[in-house]
């Protein structure tokens, strides 16, 4: 009996020296159920551990592992409740958590000095919050102008005090994850409150720009964690930042220069920007994606993808390199509706459009018809071009019946034949496939005189929107 009470000692011993983070969690609010000890991350809630609540109401997690800093969340059975507190990376995590789910806002956490500033700032905000409420329920309900202008002071002023208390955390606790917090949560000051000319707004954006990530650090890994960092980073990068490939690339590589000393910042950046310019939203952004690839991911920079993900950038780093905005086009050299050779370099226009189709798709049927519309309303008698590529070699009997049926004569219609394209893999060359990203049909492009790509994976309306563009700038 006695060896066995030592063995357990020993065990309980080993257990807490092993144990590098442990937070335990004390709730009246239940007696069994599934808890979550989760972090902040992105959009979503992430797990880090589980355990059964016992029949006194208590949940321990723990570890052996250092948990990183950034804000958590303990999620109670049946996850219509949670609790946000900061663990703050530091070895020998040992948190206690009180919380009555009836009363959340009464939780108590200890063990953490972090926590402590965080709980003075919730139920200071809590108090503010309310009297804001207050004033902006009294401002609507007011009937005079008086009243409205009262309670419109009342509320600057209540707000004021509140924008003064989170200075002073800042100031007062520079190196606070609160303080880290409450930076990346602010917003820049306005330069002018009421532009009047076309600099005056100018002048805000750069400043608004400028000043965007002020007391924001990307060497540190902290303000990853949290709910908030993710979407000031894409508003950044979506509507603050030019669209243009070139300000994306410049500004993410600063950024990826200063993460890399702060290896969980730098792996959030680079597999956001992965996933954000792999299929982009607008048109070009895709050499970012490629810039990325030939930067780090082809270096060896991202230890952390395995060999699926790894193929997969891949795969689509070689589909896109060929073609991208700007790039002298690919020649294709192939065969006629009369099976002779004619290459892409042979048409000599001012635009020449490559469309990638084939007879038996469904959205080819419409698009092609359109577009050969236009065409020959339009687009032909301002020296336009069409360069027509039958994507499946197996339908060439259906491609020349629809040539025929919708009279396209007037384009160059091409294709390939299976030896052709069985010599250019032998000698391990790219495809057309490859060249021109073709994964699926129709795939339009749109060339300049010198067969540089100005426009890609177009509708016949953009299509026709962007030439419109591209003839009104030479008037």
Request: aromatic share 12%.
């Amino acid at each position: 009996m006695k060896r066995i009470i030592i063995t357990l000692v020993c065990f309980f011993i080993i257990q807490g020296v092993l144990a590098q983070f442990r937070v335990t969690v004390q709730t009246p609010s239940y007696d069994s159920g599934l808890s979550y000890l989760t972090y902040h991350m992105g959009k979503n809630l992430n797990i880090s551990d589980s355990g059964i609540i016992s029949n006194k109401g208590t949940v321990v997690f723990l570890g052996k592992d250092t948990l990183p800093a950034g804000i958590y969340a303990v999620v109670f059975p049946g996850k219509r409740f949670s609790l946000d507190f900061f663990i703050d990376g530091k070895p020998g995590q040992n948190i206690r958590i009180e919380a009555d789910t009836n009363n959340l806002v009464a939780a108590t956490v200890t063990g953490s000095p972090e926590n402590e500033l965080f709980q003075q700032y919730q139920s200071y905000i809590g108090i503010k919050g309310g009297l804001l409420q207050q004033a902006k329920n009294s401002y609507n309900a007011s009937t005079t102008k008086n009243d409205s202008a009262f309670y419109e002071a009342n509320y600057k002023k209540i707000n004021d005090e509140l924008n003064e208390y989170r200075n002073g955390i800042i100031k007062n606790n520079s190196q606070s994850m609160m303080a880290l917090y409450l930076q990346t949560m602010k917003d820049p000051d306005v330069l002018n409150a009421k532009p009047v000319t076309r600099q005056d707004s100018l002048d805000n954006y750069y400043y608004y720009r400028a000043h965007y990530w002020d007391g924001v650090t990307f060497m540190d890994s902290r303000v990853i964690r949290t709910p908030f960092f993710l979407p000031k980073f894409e508003r950044y990068y979506n509507d603050i930042l030019p669209q243009e490939p070139d300000s994306i690339i410049k500004d993410l590589d600063y950024k990826l220069l200063l993460a890399r000393t702060a290896p969980d910042m730098y792996k959030f950046l680079l597999n956001w920007a992965t996933d954000q310019y792999i299929s982009p939203k607008y048109m070009g952004q895709d050499a970012v994606f490629v810039h990325l690839f030939n930067k780090y991911h082809s270096k060896g920079l991202t230890s952390w993808l395995n060999e699926k993900q790894m193929e997969i950038i891949n795969r689509r780093a070689y589909m896109l390199m060929a073609n991208l905005i700007g790039a002298q086009a690919a020649n294709l050299e192939m065969l006629d509706t009369a099976n002779k050779p004619i290459s892409l370099y042979q048409l000599k226009s001012d635009y020449t459009i490559v469309v990638f189709w084939d007879p038996n798709c469904g959205h080819c049927k419409e698009e092609v018809p359109r577009m050969d519309s236009i065409y020959r309303a339009s687009w032909k008698q301002k020296n336009v071009k069409m360069f027509a590529v039958l994507s499946e070699e197996e339908n060439l009997k259906t491609w020349l019946e629809f040539i025929h049926t919708h009279h396209l004569e007037d384009w160059t219609h091409v294709h390939e034949t299976k030896e052709m394209s069985d010599a250019v893999a032998a000698a391990q060359k790219p495809g057309f496939r490859q060249l021109y990203d073709v994964v699926s049909t129709p795939i339009v492009y749109l060339l300049d005189s010198e067969k540089r790509i100005i426009g890609k994976k177009l509708t016949w309306s953009q299509l026709n929107d962007l030439l419109n563009v591209k003839w009104s700038q030479k008037k």
